[in-house]
């Protein structure tokens, strides 16, 4: 099940925790229809890939992570491994995408 981040703190101390562990970041919000939509089968992808840390960040709750993270779009989905940012984002509502992606960072 994915985790829902609570600070920034919090944020670098999941990242930290995962060392070199892939980790997947969707940053979201309330109001977000595809973000809404992507919701139950990002967590589907939790449960499917146990082998990668799933966290949540609620945009608006989490206002400086989003900023210090440059995210202009939602949903956003990030990839980092080491604490490091991963090539590419996955914007907006594509699973398919993002399945790949995961797949290829794993």
Known sequence: MP???QSMDDFDKQLEEAGDKLVVVDFW??????CK????KFEELSK????????KVNTDDQGKISEDQNITALPT???FKN?????DDV???????????????C
């Open 37 to 40: 939509m992507m919701a139950p």
């Open 29 to 34: 919000a309330d109001w977000c229809g595809p």
């Open 83 to 87: 604490k490091t940012k991963l090539a």
């Open 91 to 105: 914007v907006g509502a594509n699973l398919t995408l993002l399945t790949e992606r995961i797949k290829q960072y």
């Open 48 to 55: 499917e890939y146990t082998d990668v840390k799933f966290l």
């Open 3 to 5: 985790y829902a981040i």
């Open 77 to 79: 989905f990030r990839f």
